[in-house]
């Protein structure tokens, strides 16, 4: 992935979920659309849910070409509040540092605490987070991801 590329996740990761003034659309289906864009790229993250939820993030080239895309499934531990937990993963996402599709392993605040572990690069990864409170997890969430699209036979 270009460095042009990883600035441009980077901004759209700390414009997205847990933002303030973030482009979110809420559809009556359950769907959220979260967008973001600049000159050259544009990234949509289209998640459902609730509780487990799931999505997919994709950047797209001048044109409208998908160039790298995320799948990821999450879920907040039956029995725990979700309130504080999601408000904590919306402070871990705007705090992420470029070259991570994701927040910063190690992040603390009060008592949760932020696991990520990645296999890979952006190029082509898997990934998994946590969420801990106190040491105990509370939530988990797994990603796959990397470039799209980079051969084609016309």
Same mark, same amino acid.
């Given at each position: 992935?270009?460095?042009?590329?990883?600035?441009?996740?980077?901004?759209?990761?700390?414009?997205?979920?847990?933002?303030?003034?973030?482009?979110?659309?809420?559809?009556?289906?359950?769907?959220?659309?979260?967008?973001?864009?600049?000159?050259?790229?544009?990234?949509?993250?289209?998640?459902?849910?609730?509780?487990?939820?799931?999505?997919? !993030?994709? @950047?797209?080239?001048? /044109?409208?070409?998908?160039?790298? &895309?995320?799948?990821?499934? *999450?879920? $907040?531990?039956?029995?725990?509040?979700?309130?504080?937990?999601?408000?904590?993963?919306?402070?871990?996402?705007?705090?992420?540092?470029?070259?991570?599709?994701?927040?910063?392993?190690?992040?603390?605040?009060?008592?949760?605490?932020?696991?990520?572990?990645?296999?890979?690069?952006?190029?082509?990864?898997?990934?998994? !987070?946590? @969420?801990?409170?106190? /040491?105990?997890?509370?939530?988990? &969430?797994?990603?796959?991801? *990397?470039? $799209?699209?980079?051969?084609?036979?016309?």
């Amino acid at each position: 992935m270009n460095d042009a590329l990883k600035q441009f996740l980077y901004k759209a990761n700390t414009r997205g979920y847990g933002s303030t003034g973030v482009d979110e659309e809420k559809l009556p289906n359950g769907e959220h659309v979260i967008h973001f864009s600049d000159d050259d790229y544009e990234f949509k993250d289209v998640y459902y849910g609730g509780e487990p939820y799931a999505g997919q !993030e994709v @950047i797209f080239a001048q /044109g409208g070409r998908a160039i790298w &895309a995320m799948q990821y499934r *999450g879920f $907040v531990v039956d029995g725990e509040e979700l309130g504080p937990i999601y408000e904590f993963l919306g402070k871990v996402l705007t705090g992420t540092e470029v070259g991570l599709p994701r927040g910063v392993d190690g992040f603390a605040d009060g008592d949760f605490s932020y696991e990520f572990k990645m296999n890979g690069d952006l190029d082509e990864f898997s990934a998994n !987070e946590k @969420i801990l409170r106190g /040491g105990k997890v509370v939530y988990a &969430a797994d990603f796959l991801g *990397g470039l $799209v699209d980079t051969r084609r036979e016309d």
